[in-house]
């Protein structure tokens, strides 16, 4: 295990445990975390879990974490690495098994008090259309061609059909699609688990929330992105469900059968990885991103039920516009200093600075939005990508608050029954389908999200825009 | 004999189960999982049981239960059945093959994503045990 000791400053809030700390490091474990911060650190395995990731074949610079860095699997959760595109590898438990877990913002036209008196009514309604929790599908069921088609077409596929607009495309991460994405290597076994399960939120830490601007930090940038100060925007967050799940699982298994015929020996079965050229390296990417199209597609049916439920309470002239959806689990390739590379994401999310053609035109100025919620009930922050964070972090911040209880502790500790009553307390509306759960996501058992988000405003890997609070929240 | 126990974990759900062979640790390790799902389950009366056919074949021992519980993991959301219940035809070291059985369910209490082969490896002592870790 590690201590302080093994730590060096490097500046204010980055930490390093340099290439020398253990023999099969590659490069250097680097930390983005406040003195305040860095104890919890040790109190769990994800220290550790970054060395290990260190020792990744073809990995460059550093492995890196971000401040909301706690244990996961192979990677730790908040954990980034990027590898050599021709030389490196691969590895499923740098992206998760929820791939493209991630975070949709929609905003409205009115302030927050315009609908204070339908966020009740609205929260209800979204309740009852946008199934949440265990085992419960969505209301559209797609199946044979027409899911391959889903998983090759993501977002774009639901756009087609009426399920939103092409602008709505436009403000997504890789505009809701990648490419690659080959449905063929997607097992029967995924898509039997995803067919059901378009427009779903699903549980544990996945919501959609009502949420108020209270403050803005940055004007400039809170005028591109369509926000103002007070104004209602609904966050969403949720992922590829038992799809992506099951395509994790299928290669990891894959690639811990193979990883000896590359002469790859790794310190954790989790970190199983594979020459990112390989057959097998290709063949996860393309179902990873197939699993990604899933997981845009998801949020974008989510979206359209959203509207739907908005109009029919606040009229149906309202729209509510897609600010951006950035991904926290996936691995994409991207290019820094001329120079390619395959980026991992665990818990992380891509903060592009201004200037990169990926984005949309709107956002060429100020870089891409950055969306990082807090704990169910707390504040929750947009801020914008920088061209600094190309150099520090590969473009990459942090995804969340990040766990510091576990959820067994949680539940030991708060009653969900409680929590419901001291969030209604502070006016906000709850809809939740397990008051367990409700004491899992206690807000206690997360790290504080100011001291997340100032870090990373500090550090510099992405800048602070808006801070948002919550008036309502949908749960599993 | 404990057959199983929930252990702490800062995220997720780690189950720690044993058994005096192979069999048996694989049995209470499905059982543990499957309480988990749904915690009642051993009390329902169903009219009926609903079966399903098994063939798996891993490089180990430790990645053989894993991979037994993830594909029971992906019957239970497919078929949205709580499979508690098994009988090996065979197993080996690499390989088993044989029958789940298990009772249908509208929900579950539990969203298990994954059974991760996190530091999950099996151990002998007086009995075999393993400490399995679940995504949640």
């Known amino acids: 295990m590690t201590s302080k000791n093994d730590l060096k400053k490097i500046k204010e809030n980055i930490y390093e445990i340099p290439k020398s700390f253990r023999l099969d490091m590659k490069v250097p474990a680097r930390i983005f975390i406040s003195e ?16 290990n990731v260190a020792t990744l074949p073809g990995i460059i610079k550093y492995a890196l974490a971000m401040p ?48 204070e008196e339908k966020i009740k009514d609205l929260t209800f309604a979204i309740c009852n259309t946008v199934p949440s929790g265990l085992g419960r599908g969505g209301k559209l069921r797609i199946t044979g061609k027409e899911f391959d088609d889903l998983l090759k077409e993501g977002a774009e596929f639901l756009v087609k059909r009426d399920y939103g607009q092409k602008e709505d495309l436009l403000f997504c991460e890789s ?33 959609i929330e009502f949420q108020k601007i209270e403050k803005i930090f940055d004007k400039d940038a809170a005028q591109v992105f369509g926000l103002f100060e007070n104004q209602f925007v609904i966050l969403i967050h949720t992922g590829s469900r038992g799809l ?55 949020r974008q049916m989510i979206t359209h039920l959203i509207r739907q439920a908005y109009q029919q309470i606040l009229g149906s002239d309202n729209f509510l516009k897609v600010v951006y959806d950035v991904a ?21 999310t891509r903060a592009f600075g201004p200037g990169r053609s990926e984005l949309p035109f709107a956002y060429q100025k100020t870089g891409q939005p950055v969306f990082i919620p807090g704990s169910m009930g707390t504040a929750s922050y947009v801020l914008r990508g920088t061209a600094e964070s190309a150099e520090i972090s590969f473009s990459s911040t942090c995804h969340g608050a990040g766990r510091r209880m576990s959820r067994h502790q949680a539940k030991r500790t708060w009653r969900g029954e409680t929590l419901k009553q001291e969030m209604e307390k502070q006016k906000m509306t709850v809809c939740v389908g397990s008051m367990a759960g409700l004491a899992e996501e206690a807000p206690g058992a997360y790290k504080d999200i100011d001291e997340i988000v100032k870090i990373v405003d500090e550090v510099g890997i992405a800048k602070k825009v808006a801070r948002l609070v919550p008036l309502g929240v949908i749960k599993g | ?22 069999k048996e640790l694989f049995l209470n390790s499905l059982l543990g999982m499957s309480l988990v799902l749904k915690p009642n389950i051993l009390k329902i009366k169903p009219q009926k049981e609903i079966k399903k056919k098994i063939d798996i074949f891993s490089p180990d021992s430790t990645a053989l ?44 209490d539990e969203d298990i994503k994954a059974v991760t082969y996190y530091k999950a490896e099996i151990k002998k002592n007086h009995l075999l045990t393993i400490v399995t870790t679940y995504d949640i």
């Not at chain 1, 104890?39 to 060395?51: G, N, V």
């Not at chain 1, 689990?329 to 994401?345: F, M, Q, T």
């Open chain 1, 328 to 348: 926290h689990n996936i691995a994409k390739i991207e290019e820094y200093n001329g120079k390619k590379v395959l980026v991992h994401r665990k818990g992380a």
């Open chain 2, 1 to 22: 004999m404990e057959k199983f126990k929930i252990l702490p974990h800062i995220a997720d759900l780690r189950i720690k189960s044993w058994g005096k062979d192979q």
């Open chain 2, 65 to 108: 239960l894993i991979d037994f519980l993830s594909e029971v993991l992906a019957q239970n959301q497919i078929e949205k059945v709580v499979f508690y219940k098994a009988k090996f035809s065979k197993l080996t070291d690499k390989g088993l093959e044989g029958e789940i059985s298990g009772i249908k369910v509208d929900s579950f």
């Open chain 1, 175 to 207: 505009q809701g699609k990648l490419d690659v994405a080959d449905p063929s290597l997607v097992s029967n076994q995924a898509k039997k688990r995803g067919n059901d399960q378009v427009g779903t939120i699903g549980s544990g830490n996945h919501f």
């Open chain 1, 244 to 298: 992506g799940h099951q395509i994790a699982t299928d290669y990891i298994r894959i690639m811990i059968r193979v990883m000896p015929n590359y002469n790859i020996n790794l310190p954790d079965r989790e970190l199983t990885c594979v020459p990112f050229q390989s057959q097998e390296g290709q063949d996860y990417f393309q179902a990873m991103s197939a699993g990604a199209n899933f997981a845009w597609a998801n």
């Open chain 1, 68 to 115: 909301d860095i706690h244990e996961g699997y192979g990677f730790p959760i908040g954990g980034v690495a990027a590898v050599d595109f021709r030389e490196g590898v691969i590895s499923p438990g740098g992206i998760g098994y929820d791939i493209n877990c991630g975070v949709r913002l929609l905003a409205s036209t009115f302030s927050a008090k315009e609908v």
């Open chain 1, 36 to 51: 305040k911060l860095l104890e919890e650190t040790f109190r769990d395995r994800s220290l550790w879990q970054l060395i």
